[in-house]
């Protein structure tokens, strides 16, 4: 059965970190750009980083430059997800994604996503 499965999320006051996981099953993460989406209510699921396939380029959103770091452990088949110097406004479900592409880029383009987790919780607050 193939799954991605998040996990690290939990409540952190502002300027804390936290590290998000994305463990795949049934698959393998080689060949797959994966993505990390976050979503609030009554908003829309925006991208936060991705990185890709071949070389582990990454790409993050503007609001995330400098404080989020992804990457990826493929003997682990395992995704991370490092966020440093967190804010309120960080607070979401994120969620890790897999499409299989075997090149340098990744996009946030969500609907070419093949593969979702259910979402872990983060949230920042004091």
């Known amino acids: 059965q193939v799954q991605l499965v998040e996990s690290g999320g939990g409540l952190v006051q502002p300027g804390g970190s936290l590290r998000l996981s994305c463990a795949a099953s049934?698959?393998?993460?080689?060949?797959?750009?994966i993505g990390w989406f976050r979503q609030v209510p009554g908003k829309e699921r925006e991208g936060v980083s991705c990185?890709?396939?071949?070389?582990?380029?990454?790409n993050y959103g503007d609001s995330v430059k400098g404080r989020f770091t992804i990457s990826r452990d493929n003997a682990k088949n395992t995704v991370y997800l490092q966020m440093n110097n967190l804010k309120p406004e960080d607070t979401g479900v994120y969620y890790c994604?897999?499409?299989?592409?075997?090149?340098?880029?990744?996009?946030?383009?969500?609907?070419?996503?093949?593969?979702w987790g259910r979402g872990t919780q983060v949230t920042v607050s004091s």
């Open positions: 994604a897999a499409v299989y592409r075997r090149s340098s880029e990744c996009s946030f383009y969500r609907y070419e996503y093949v593969y």
């Open positions: 049934g698959f393998t993460l080689d060949g797959y750009a």
């Open positions: 990185i890709s396939s071949r070389d582990g380029t990454t």
